[in-house]
């Protein structure tokens, strides 16, 4: 059985930096397409970020330039450098995957990534 568990999370002010990550285990072979979305109170779920198995990314316009996501097979592990953060990059971010190789559709595939972990919270004060 397939685990994620996310890690990271803290309260920063405006313009900070924090590194999230996520370990992967119950999979031989990380290479696949995984990603990170993100809820704030009261809204809905967001796709942060996405990256397939051939290390190709994609990213929300609302991170783009500010996150990066990456990852290291050898750990099995995922995650997500946010830098310059905003007060409206507070929420829960989830880290999560599917069985395909590829994220097809770009940033958009994060709606087909149905294994997530609990999540960590990120606060960005102003």
């Known amino acids: 059985q397939v685990h994620l568990v996310e890690s990271g999370g803290a309260s920063v002010q405006t313009g900070g930096s924090l590194r999230l990550s996520c370990a992967v285990s119950?999979?031989?072979?990380?290479?696949?397409?995984m990603g990170w979305f993100r809820q704030a109170p009261g809204k809905g779920r967001e796709g942060v970020a996405v990256?397939?198995?051939?290390?190709?990314?994609s990213y929300a316009d609302t991170v783009k330039g500010r996150f990066t996501i990456s990852r290291d097979n050898a750990k099995s592990s995922l995650y997500l450098q946010m830098d310059s953060l905003k007060p409206e990059d507070t929420a829960m971010y989830f880290c999560?995957?599917?069985?395909?190789?590829?994220?097809?559709?770009?940033?958009?595939?994060?709606?087909?990534?149905?294994?997530w972990g609990r999540g960590t919270q990120v606060t960005v004060s102003s």
């Open positions: 999560a995957m599917n069985g395909y190789r590829y994220c097809s559709g770009g940033i958009s595939s994060w709606t087909t990534l149905s294994i």
């Open positions: 119950g999979y031989s072979d990380s290479r696949y397409c």
């Open positions: 990256i397939s198995g051939d290390d190709s990314t």
